[in-house]
């Protein structure tokens, strides 16, 4: 069965460094990658998609994911995180055979310290 | 990218009472999904809803509990029935729109 995994559940990081959110997918299939993003208070918007083409891919706000079709991943990376993107980050994959049904993964929050 | 609101944002409700959940999309899709976000979980479909067929229901959710109208291609609606606190969660409908999916911002849910 499809699945998504999230290996970081909660991340602290100050502002000004490094961030790396792991995404993990099981399904031997085609797929479409997602990240989105849920600020407090604000409803899920989309920050970055993959659907074929070249696997790292840019999104809003300086983030930018990597497509590793051998590793099944889909990190998604910012260079330098600001007290704003204090949220929850949520991967999705979605097949492309058969219905379209997206499956989420459990999403990592995420607290950046001014 | 397509916008989507619901009503009503939030709730307080009985156990054993029913709530109706309205979704309004700005233009008109073929599917349509509903979702539930439990507190501290991520989402789980709940089910797919087509203009013009009967919804499609994933493992665990019912029909009876979770009836689903879909008389046009803007409109939605998805009914909690006989709730219980175990339905206390966020209801998100969800759209699909240029291969991607776009979400409502959710009907929050407490049932007593």
């Known amino acids: 069965a499809q699945s998504v995994s999230q290996h970081n559940h909660h991340v602290i990081l100050s502002e000004a460094a490094s961030l790396e959110l792991g995404c993990n997918y099981s399904?031997?299939?085609?797929?479409?990658l997602f990240w989105y993003v849920q600020y407090p208070g604000q409803h899920l918007q989309l920050l970055l998609k993959?659907?074929?083409?070249?696997?790292l891919v840019k999104g809003i706000k300086g983030f930018e994911a990597e497509f590793i079709k051998s590793k099944f991943s889909f990190n998604l990376r910012k260079p330098s995180v600001q007290w704003s993107d204090t949220a929850e980050y949520f991967c999705?994959?979605?097949?492309?055979?058969?219905?379209?049904?997206?499956?989420f993964g459990t999403g990592t929050r995420l607290k950046v310290l001014a | 990218s397509a916008v989507i609101s619901q009503k009503p944002s939030r709730d307080i409700c009985q156990r054993g009472t029913s709530l109706t959940i309205q979704c309004q999309v700005d233009?008109?899709?073929?599917?349509m999904f509903w979702y539930r976000q439990q507190p501290g979980q991520s989402l789980t479909l709940i089910a797919t809803?087509?203009?013009?067929?009967?919804?499609?229901?994933e493992s665990g959710f019912v029909i009876d509990k979770f009836p689903i109208s879909r008389p046009n291609l803007t409109f939605s609606t998805l009914t909690v029935s006989n709730m219980s606190p175990e339905d206390s969660s966020i209801y998100l409908c969800?759209?699909?729109?240029?291969?991607?999916?776009?979400f409502g911002p959710g009907t929050r849910l407490l049932v007593l």
């Open positions: 969800s759209v699909e729109w240029g291969k991607s999916f776009y």
């Open positions: 399904y031997g299939g085609t797929v479409n």
């Open positions: 999705a994959v979605m097949s492309v055979s058969g219905t379209y049904k997206y499956i």
């Open positions: 993959y659907f074929s083409g070249d696997p």
């Open positions: 809803a087509n203009q013009g067929s009967e919804a499609t229901y």
């Open positions: 233009s008109q899709v073929t599917m």
